[in-house]
Every structure is written in structure tokens, then in C-alpha cells.
């Protein structure tokens, strides 16, 4: 049943229909006026991050990676909870700039970033991460021509792997940072440059659901730093990645927070305080902070019996939600946990049946849910796709086929 | 060297610089004002339909499913060459009725169509193709709302299934149309309501490069055709479907047109026309028409080595051409053609390297061209990627990270 996957049950439900933010989810969809629709609970967000503020040394600096769901409500909303907004590109910047969170207090990684784009960043006032020298020269050039002085720091292609992740963003050949035995010749040539050199940004792979791995792969990111940091008179920031998954799957074991906090302790207190005195510690974290907030919710709007074969066919899709339909980077297409919103909390055997959820656009490729077990829905009934809260509709194909694109909220 | 695709020499060259339209690349870039763009070649979208004309049997109309390319300048100009426009959505609907196609030789199919855009349909006058005993219901509902008689087909999931395309859409349960086995019940239900019922539409699947299967798929689809028109008294339309694959890979042969139009020729003049002389006989075509005469265009932002790779960083991505990235439904991954603008004509090995050519999105997925043999391309020079006519912007994530979207222009 998939009733039973823990982000069913985090929303709560009320006489046995799901509640976002405390709100029916019929009341919730009246109050939205259409379908299908992105709802994200603001306080299972705030929540998250007490868990790890509770969990995580205090020295740790939490950042907020706005490109895992950049809907101003929620980026606004995280500003006041987390310490710095980490962006990748000029469009995120602009949401970035609109928060409370101070321009010190924004990062800006990502790789090709033009001379456009970095001048804007350094016109702003956040800190520049770089991916390679060309951007080095870049963010030297607009500086000297706008009359500021930028701050910037190192993104390092680590020289060691993490095993894993969902996706492996470091170690090896990368599009992304510099790799990690260059960097000196980079600080060398930034030396002689009217920049602020504040420090380094490792990040090794995201979507990591072993505490183990993460937990190793800090250590070797912590002694990373510390060999690089030879090379600065002052660091004042080290970010030191994330890469925290979440389960999507009835196999996935949630992460092992407390290992990670206990192995964070350990780097911390003992290694780079010491070494690093001046240095904000920073962890960088999207899908962990907002994925378990969002549901996807669509509307029925035909059944049908194809050959034995029971149909539910939504007014959502593949283009508002196109991960739950296994096409974006997944190799191996598994059903995301999917509800009937007023009979989330059935758990029994009366009435459910195996139905395949379908979007409304004409390709096989918009598949919600394959042959999955559901209380018995009908025409007009709302499905709700759990685990939407990141990647879910900026990661999503809006345009395709022609339909309307779908509402977001935060409740 | 991927200067050899077909597709790549359609386009021609001036100079070694690509042509799209006639216009050097570079020319175009700057008309254009910004990169990445998708330009699309008017000519060699005239030259296809020339092609189909002389190839097809001279009673097939030819209709253009929009989805695979919806800009309005290319809907508009094709409008003006085929005889149909097929649709799968409301949206799409707007773009067609905006040409001179008139509604009546417009089509509206795909599962899940909700009773608004029934009712828009109706009240358009197009030709409404149901997918379930549902819409039928619908469909005559708001015929009798709106006093108008609506005209119908059924789209019908045959009792046989296509190998060898790149997604099945027929035979077995599926979510489109209605059992073969059970359309004679839904013209029952049809016959006792105020509708005109045209006909019958079967589409088994799409991305075909095998001439044989697509000649058998016809043969079979004209045998269905012929035993379901025995329950009505007048078949004016009967649509093929199509599924003509392009060639996106070295090993893929292109289709051999003169094979389908045999096939064709044998059904319409012996079987078709005898049986049913009022039918108009429709293939509904959408990649094989603008598939090839599209180019996805961006421009190098940075180089970079990485351990002994090359890295190409350009300023599009998987952002704007999902499919050319390989996460768009593909399980394996392959390159598409790419080449470098003003080089595409360097078959030598002077200066021809190996580089890996990704997109600026901050995620692995954002590959574009991995381990690829092209001529030397510095920051600034374009990067161009081939057979992006069709499934391209519309099926890309275009907010994923927030980079501006490109232009598209016709040329």
C-alpha cells in the first residue's frame, strides 16, 4: 500500500483526507480554484530545518540551494529560517535578491557562468563561486570596471569520488569547479587581482541516501580544505556541499541524520575550528529541505478499462511532474508514492484495487503510477503525487503538448 | 566526424560556416541578438511535404501534429503546405484555429481530455477524436449546451502492436483510444446521440525507421478500419496515423519513404477507396515534417581541461533540448549530431579533438555531446545540435534553473 511511505503520513490527514498545512485537501483544491496544482507545506519546511538545527553541530551554517524549488514563497519563506541562499544563475540570483538575506549571504555556483551573469553577481554583492579561470578573469573584469571589489570563492573538483550519490558531481574529469591540484595556480593568479579570496566550495554528488558516504565524504572534503587552505592567508568560508537524499522509493532507508551531525561534530570542533578560526562552515542543502514538503495534486478525469487493464487518467502529467514519470535521469522508472486524497489513511483490503496512473498527454511516456494499488477512485476524485517539493515543476517540461501550466502554493 | 549526418549537410554551408534558411550562422546569431537559439529551416520543412507529395499516393491528406513543433510561424507555414492540423490540447487548439486551416481539417485527440476543452472543441467546430465512452459522453453533452452538432471520430487502440518503434502507443491495454473490440458498442452509444460520426483513427506508435513494420502497421490498420466501418453508414475520414521515425544516430538508416508509399498506394487505390469512396484518408505526421530542419544553437562560454578531458561549457543545455541530453524518455544514451557553426565542413583531422560538450545547467544530466570528435571551438564560437525541429523547447524543462529561455525563429 503506498499508503504506508512515511511522507504520507508527515501532511497528516483529517477523516481520512489529506490535509497540507492543516487543510483538507478538497477545501485546499476549492481554495486554488484548478487542477492539477503544487502544494507545499510551509511548516513541514520549517520543521526540517529544526530537525537539523537540533541535529547538526551549531557552527554549521545552513544554506538553502534555490534551484531545487526557486518559487518565491518558498525561497522567501527559507530565508528566514536558513543562513545563506546558494543560486545558479542570474534568474535565481533576482529571487535570491528580493529575500531579507543579505547579499553576503547569497552564493552564486554553477558552471558557464558569462560575463553577464557575473557581472550582475558582483554588482549584487555575493560571493562568486568559480568554476574555472575564465570566470576568475571574468569576475576581475567586472569588478575593476563597476569599482567594487569582488569576493569570491573556489569551487573544487574534489580529487576523490563519493559513492553512491544519485549523481556524482565530483572526482574524476568535471564540467564543474576546478580541479582540486589546480586550484593553487588559481589562487596565484587571483593574488595579484583586486579580489576578497573567502574560501572553498566542495560538493562531491547529491541525492545521497548512506550517512556512511556522506559522512566519509565530508572527512576527505575537511582535509581537502585544510590542504588548500595552505594556500590563503584567511578563510573565512568553506562550504562543505550536501548531497542529503530523501526516499522516494518503499526500498529507500531515510538518511541517517544523526551520523551525519556526529561525524559533522567531529570535523568541526576538532579540525577546522581550529585550523579555520574565521571560517563560516557552511552545508548546502535543496532536496533535503523541501522535497518531502510538496505533493503534485491532479484530478481524474477518465477511467477506463483497456483489456483488463484500469486506467486513471489525470489532468496532471509528465510536464508539470516529469521525475514521477521516471524521465528525468533515472535509469530504471519506479512509481513515486501516490495517494487518493480523501483515502489516504485506507489501509485495508476492502475496495482497493491495481490501477496504472496516466497523465493527460498523448505520449506513453506520461506514466504517473504503473500498475500501482489504490482505494477505488473515480472521475472528479483527487491523486496526489508525493515527494514534489523539489524538482518537481522548474524540473518539468511546462510547455509540452500545450496544456496550462499548473498553480503552486505554500500553505 | 559528425560533419557526415545527413542532416548536417541538408542545411548546406558557406564558406565552412553552417547555412540555416540561407543565412550564415554566424549572420543569423547576430540577427537573432542572443544565444541560444532554435532556428528552423523553412525550406527544408517545404522540401519534406515536396518529398511526402511525390511519394505518397495522391489521396492521402497529409496532417501536421502540432505537438512536435507548436511555434506559430512553423504551425503558420505549414498550415499553408498540408491539408490537416492535428492537435492534442486546448492550447494547441488556439495555435491551429489561428491559421487558415480551416476547423473542420482540424483534429483534437489524446487521453484525458477534461469537458472544457470538449466543449471549446464543439464550439470550434473541429473534429473531436475520442478516447473513451467518457468524452463521447462529454462531447454530446456539449453539443446539446451549445446547439451544435459536434463531428466525431474514434480513435481506436488496434488488436495488434508496431515493433520496432520508438514508443508503442497501440495494441494491448492502453490508455489511448477505445479497444478495437469495443468500439462497436461506443457507435451504439454514438448513433443514438446528436453527432456526426467521420471515422476512425489508429496510431500504433512513433519513432519508426522501419519501412516494413510501418508498411505492415498500414496494412493492418487498414483491415481494422475495413471490419469497424461495416457498423457505420458513412466513413468520410479515416486517419493512418503515422510514426515515421528521423534518423538521430549514425546507425539509424533513414526510412525508405518509396517503401511506405508503395505500401500506400496498395491500400488506398485497392482497399480504401473501393470500400469506403467517401473517406479522407489522413497521415498524421509530426516529427518526420520539421525533425530535421531544426538546429538548437549556443555559443562556447567557457573551456576547460579537466583532468585530461576537454570540456566545451556553452550557454544552452538540457534546459532547452532535454532529448539531446538523453533524459527524455531514452534508456540509453547516445549523442546527438552536433557540429561546430563555422567549421562544419573540416572533414579532415587538423585540429579535430575529442571534447565533451556540456550545458550550463549546475547538474551532471547536462550533457550535450559526450566524448565527441569536433573541430577546435574556442570561447565564443557556436556549438550546433542537429534534429532539434521537433520535441525540443516544448519538451524541455525550460525554468529548470532559471536561465532565461531562447528565442526560436523561422527561416
Chains 1, 2 share one sequence.
Do not use: W
Amino acid at each position: 500500500m503506498t499508503t504506508t511511505h512515511p511522507s504520507v503520513a508527515a501532511f497528516g490527514a483529517s477523516a481520512g483526507e489529506l490535509t497540507v498545512g492543516g487543510v483538507p485537501l478538497g477545501r485546499l483544491a476549492a481554495r486554488v480554484g484548478s487542477t492539477p496544482f503544487f502544494a507545499y507545506d510551509r511548516s513541514l519546511i520549517t520543521r526540517r530545518v529544526e530537525l537539523l538545527r537540533r541535529t547538526l553541530p551549531e557552527r554549521i551554517q545552513l544554506g538553502y540551494a534555490v534551484k531545487a524549488n526557486p518559487i518565491p514563497a518558498v525561497v522567501q519563506h527559507l530565508s528566514g529560517l536558513v543562513d545563506a541562499l546558494d543560486v545558479a544563475s542570474a534568474g535565481e540570483l533576482a529571487i535570491a535578491l528580493d529575500t531579507p538575506t543579505p547579499p553576503t549571504r547569497i552564493s552564486f555556483a554553477g558552471p558557464g557562468k558569462t560575463a553577464a551573469e557575473l557581472r550582475q553577481a558582483v554588482a549584487a554583492g555575493v560571493l562568486v563561486e568559480l568554476e574555472s579561470a575564465t570566470e576568475a578573469t571574468r569576475v576581475v573584469a567586472a569588478g575593476e570596471e563597476l569599482g567594487l571589489r569582488p569576493r569570491v570563492a573556489v569551487r573544487v573538483n574534489p580529487d576523490f569520488a563519493v559513492k553512491g550519490s544519485g549523481m556524482r558531481m565530483g572526482g574524476g574529469p568535471q564540467q564543474f569547479g576546478v580541479d582540486a591540484e589546480q586550484v593553487p595556480d588559481l589562487l596565484d593568479q587571483l593574488a595579484a587581482a583586486d579580489v576578497e579570496v573567502a574560501g572553498f566550495h566542495v560538493f562531491a554528488g547529491s541525492q545521497n541516501l548512506g550517512a556512511e558516504i556522506i559522512g566519509q565524504a565530508q572527512r576527505s572534503t575537511a582535509d581537502l580544505v585544510l590542504r588548500l587552505a595552505e594556500h590563503l592567508d584567511r578563510v573565512t568560508y568553506v562550504n562543505l556541499g550536501g548531497g542529503f537524499g530523501i526516499p522516494y522509493f518503499p526500498k529507500d532507508t531515510p538518511l541517517d541524520l544523526g551520523h551525519v551531525g556526529e561525524v559533522l561534530a567531529e570535523i568541526v570542533v576538532d579540525r577546522l575550528t581550529p585550523a579555520l578560526p574565521d571560517a563560516a562552515v557552511h552545508l548546502e542543502l535543496g532536496r533535503y529541505l523541501v522535497g518531502e514538503a510538496g505533493v503534485y495534486v491532479t484530478r481524474v478525469v477518465d477511467r477506463k478499462v483497456s483489456r483488463g487493464r484500469t486506467y486513471l487518467v489525470v489532468d496532471g502529467g509528465m510536464h508539470h511532474q516529469l521525475a514521477a514519470s521516471g524521465n528525468f535521469g533515472q535509469v530504471i522508472r519506479r512509481n513515486y508514492p501516490l495517494a487518493v486524497g480523501h483515502r489516504v489513511l485506507d489501509g485495508g483490503n476492502d475496495d482497493v484495487e491495481q490501477v496504472t496512473v496516466v497523465g493527460c498527454l498523448c505520449t506513453p511516456l506520461d506514466l504517473l503510477g504503473d500498475d500501482v494499488a489504490l482505494p477505488r477512485a473515480d472521475i472528479d476524485d483527487l491523486v496526489v503525487i508525493f515527494q514534489a517539493g523539489a524538482y518537481g515543476l522548474t524540473a518539468s517540461p511546462t510547455a509540452f503538448l500545450g496544456h496550462p501550466a499548473p498553480a503552486e502554493v505554500l500553505v
